[in-house]
């Protein structure tokens, strides 16, 4: 699962908005260089997460040949647009949850503003 992660945060940094797309060595010595110090670098595992990405959906072969640049997907873009607005809404709505004091009095509900 590291493989696939680090695949796709490379891509995203390596900024793949040109034509071209990511070259499979850029993206391979993006991978390698996020390793962590005790974890060496498996060329197979790395190769199946990256097909397994574009059997998904999440990235697009671009180039002359196949597998020689790849892309983030249209679709894999927008759901993860998607998610983070998700992530940001639940947050928001933590935020005006905690900002709200309720006390009780005898028969009623007194909502008040917390501090600011």
Request: hydrophobic share 30%; aromatic share 6%; glycine share 4%.
């Amino acid at each position: 699962m590291f493989y696939h992660s680090a695949i796709l945060s490379a891509i995203d940094e390596l900024r793949d908005c040109h034509l071209a797309g990511s070259s499979l060595s850029s993206i391979r010595h993006h991978v390698q260089a996020s390793l962590p110090e005790n974890k060496s670098f498996r060329d197979s595992a790395f190769l199946q997460s990256l097909k397994s990405a574009v059997d998904k959906g999440e990235l697009v072969c671009v180039g002359r040949k196949i597998g020689d640049h790849y892309k983030l997907s249209t679709d894999y873009k927008k759901r993860r647009a998607e998610s983070v607005e998700e992530e940001a809404e639940k947050l928001r709505e933590e935020k005006r949850r905690r900002d709200r004091v309720h006390t009780r009095t005898k028969n009623h509900v007194v909502v008040a503003a917390g501090p600011k």
